[in-house]
């Protein structure tokens, strides 16, 4: 049972391209959270998405970064127009069941750099 | 002030030794606490999940919770160089919308053989 896919593992982008994330969550999991970590933080929540349904996108910046999860196929992070300060790693987690709180499965993350 | 305050260390031992990790919080409607470990270039790693107060053991590994304090912290006995890497506590209110999860900054631990 593969765990939570996600490509790329590295992506470099120059200012004010276009970056997207993907994630493949967990087989049977239909719950998918998006979290960033910056250099020397700690991991911030941005969104978490059912399929087809924004649950809860308290964390995402309200301008360049959106978000989805399809009926079919994988979970995408994108960010527009790309700056510097998006250089960070990027991981998704996934969970069976609405809500989870007793801690949810990663992927090994994407990092992005923009130059 | 953070939520949820980690000392980020480092923090060096030699093998064998006793580690503690502890993390402080602001929010009293925190009930779900864990502890992840996270290696290098890797994406975190539940290591101990805990609801509420009380104590969890699981091997080598103890989580504590103080709710009282608002104080958790995760014990690691006879503490092996495999155990290099970061350890994140994260929390979870039960008032929240999903499973959004608040993380503290990281404890780097170094185990040196």
């Known amino acids: 049972n593969a765990g939570v896919m996600q490509n790329p593992r590295h992506l470099v982008r120059r200012r004010g391209q276009e970056a997207r994330l993907r994630c493949s969550p967990m087989?049977?999991?239909?719950?998918v959270y998006w979290y960033r970590q910056l250099p020397e933080e700690g991991l911030k929540f941005m969104v978490y998405?059912?399929?087809?349904?924004?649950?809860?996108e308290s964390g995402m910046p309200k301008e360049r970064f959106s978000a989805e999860f399809p009926k079919e196929g994988p979970s995408i992070l994108r960010i527009q127009q790309v700056v510097r300060g998006d250089s960070a790693a990027y991981f998704c987690?996934?969970?069976?069941?609405?809500?989870?709180?007793?801690?949810?499965?990663f992927g090994s993350g994407t990092r992005l750099t923009v130059v | 002030q953070k939520e949820v305050e980690q000392d980020p260390g480092p923090l060096s031992v030699p093998e064998g030794a006793i580690v503690s990790l502890n993390c402080t919080y602001s929010?009293?409607?925190?009930?779900?606490f864990m502890w992840y470990r996270q290696y290098s270039r890797k994406g975190p790693e539940l290591l101990m999940y805990?609801?509420?107060?009380g104590n969890k053991e699981d091997g080598r590994f103890t989580a504590q919770v103080d709710k009282s304090s608002k104080y958790i912290s995760l014990f690691i006995r006879d503490s092996q160089p495999s155990d290099s890497a970061t350890y994140l506590c994260?929390?979870?209110?039960?008032?929240?919308?999903?499973?959004?999860?608040?993380f503290g900054q990281g404890t780097e631990l170094s185990v040196k053989p």
């Open positions: 929010n009293s409607a925190f009930q779900y």
């Open positions: 998405l059912q399929k087809e349904n924004i649950i809860d």
């Open positions: 805990t609801y509420s107060s």
């Open positions: 994260a929390m979870s209110a039960s008032n929240n919308q999903g499973g959004k999860l608040i």
């Open positions: 987690a996934s969970s069976p069941s609405f809500g989870e709180r007793s801690g949810y499965t």
């Open positions: 087989k049977g999991h239909s719950h």
